[in-house]
Structures are given as C-alpha cells and as structure tokens.
C-alpha cells in the first residue's frame, strides 16, 4: 500500500519538527511538506498529492480557520477540473481542549481535532481514521464540543428542523445515531452485522440524504436534533 502522505502546518518550526519525528517514525506514513501559515496552507493543498493536512488554527496572516475552510469549499469536480487529486482530510491542531477557533474549524470543514500534547499513538491512529474516513475527535474535549454544536450559539442559534430525518429509512436512523455515538467503520460492521463496504455504502447514503460534508457534521446534526445525547 502506498504510504499516507502527511502536510503539517504550523507556525513554530520546532512543533513541526517534532510532528515530522514522530510521523516519519511510521512505515505507512509520509511526511511531504510543511507550512508556516493559512496561505502556505491552502498552497499545500491545490498540490493535489497531500492525504491529510494537519493544522493550526492559531498563526499570523491567514489562520488555520480561514484555511480549512478555503481547502474544503473546494468541490471534487472543481479538483479533478483543475487537474489536481482530491482535497486532503484536515485534522485541527489545537492548545486548548475549549478553543473555540477549534469549533469554528469543524464547522469549516475539518474532519476532527486533536489537542497538541496528544500521546504519538493517539496522533498516528487520528491520521489513519481520518484518511479512511472516519471522524477523529479528542476524546477528552468530544462531549464538550458536542454540547457547544448542540446548544448552538448566537451566529448559529436556529436548531434544524427534525423533520430532516424524514429522508431516512428506520436502519439509516440507526446508523445515523451509531455514528453519533463516535463508532468507527470496523465497529459499525460488529454492531449491525455486515461487510466494511456496505457500511460505507449506508454512510454515504446518510452524507448525501442529509446534505451533510461529511461523518463530523452528521454527529454535530445528531446531537443538535436531540436523537443521541
């Protein structure tokens, strides 16, 4: 299998040398560029070579907010159009397990976060789950994201109707809340008894049925509608 190719971006040169240390460290894993900053960022990106960017929300000019959100509004189409691969999985990089900037990059567009101090293992396993496709969410700060995504805000105060679920068969409305609950592929395929890609198939269908970016926003509409908890 070919090696899952890693861009880091941060604004502290030794941060990134200790993330390349330990990324570089693991058969399966490439460390392929680095950034400073957004800009640098959203650079790496339109490579079209990166797997999974690792970003700081916190730098100087463009932040890793502004950045990811740039990097995810790109469409697939819009990629393979410009002769580029697909945008790679963002993981958010953040000092504090309440940085709201960390929030705001998961509604951008980031597939999950991670606090800085993170144990090496808990980073190798955040980068493979999320270039499978899986959410990757520190565990210490999930619930307390989740309440924040639940309660709303004052830019984000109207919950979602729950008659979105409406498009969904009682099995996707499982599926849904398994996800919620922060379920892997692997597990969702032990608890309803089926094959990785059929799993994958009702995921899909759940992504598009709700009109969600990706396995993130379905667990932050989960818990807004009130269906897990």
């Known amino acids: 299998m070919s090696p899952i190719r890693i861009g880091i971006v941060d604004d502290q040169e030794l941060v990134r040398l200790g993330f ?15 950034a400073a900053d957004g800009d640098g960022a959203i650079a790496l990106a339109r490579r ?3 797997d999974v960017l690792l970003m700081d929300v916190r730098m100087p000019g463009t932040d890793g907010i502004t950045a990811t959100e740039v990097i995810t509004a790109q469409s697939p189409a819009a990629q393979e159009a410009a002769g580029r691969g697909a945008a790679p999985k963002i993981i958010v990089l953040t000092t504090f397990d309440l940085d709201e900037y960390a929030f705001a990059a998961l509604r951008a567009g980031a597939s999950g976060f991670l606090l800085k101090d993170a144990r090496p293992a808990e980073l190798v396993g955040a980068i493979r789950a999320v270039h499978r496709g899986d959410a990757a969410l520190a565990p210490s700060v999930t619930r307390r994201m989740i309440e924040q995504f639940a309660g709303g805000t004052p830019a984000d105060a109207t919950a ?7 498009v969904l ?4 409305r499982e599926f849904l809340v398994a996800v919620a609950e922060g379920l892997s592929n692997d597990e969702l395929a032990a608890r309803f008894v089926l094959s990785e ?33």
Do not use: F, N
Request: hydrophobic share 45%; aromatic share 2%.
């Open 20 to 34: 390349r240390m330990v990324l570089d460290a693991e058969d399966e894993l490439e460390v392929v560029a680095e």
């Open 197 to 229: 890609s059929t799993v994958k198939t009702h995921v899909g269908r759940l992504l598009q049925k709700l009109d969600a970016r990706d396995r993130v926003q379905l667990v932050i509409l989960a818990y807004r509608l009130g269906i897990v908890g």
């Open 48 to 50: 079209g070579d990166i």
């Open 160 to 166: 979602p109707d729950i008659s979105v679920l409406d």
């Open 169 to 172: 068969t009682p099995r996707e």
